[in-house]
């Protein structure tokens, strides 16, 4: 008999649960969905800048800085908001190529 109260004391905090975040979560799909369509395009938007960034620091390293330094210097050449920006970039080509 104990299990079954128990049962129907948690079937019913699931429903009062569902009543009370339902709405939430079918609004979270589409807005989710508008996020990384907006993320997908400034991407889009930013690839040419990012590619301009990865061949001068990929240039600098091939003359013999390491990628913390020729980031540096990348921003110094006028690429790139940052040098640590410049650095997570590059990096981030390195680990997922592109």
């Not at 004391?9 to 989710?32: D, S």
């Not at 907006?38 to 930013?46: E, V």
């Amino acid at each position: 008999m104990l299990m079954r109260v128990m049962d129907i004391g948690a079937f019913l905090m699931e429903w009062e649960w569902r009543l009370n975040y339902r709405p939430a979560i079918l609004t979270g799909f589409p807005v989710k969905a508008g996020a990384s369509k907006g993320g997908d395009m400034r991407a889009a938007s930013l690839r040419p800048r990012s590619t301009a960034i990865i061949e001068e620091v990929g240039r600098l390293v091939s003359e013999g800085h390491t990628a913390s330094r020729a980031a540096e210097l990348a921003k110094r050449n006028g690429f790139g908001t940052s040098g640590s920006a410049n650095r997570k970039l590059w990096t981030k080509r390195k680990i997922y190529g592109g």
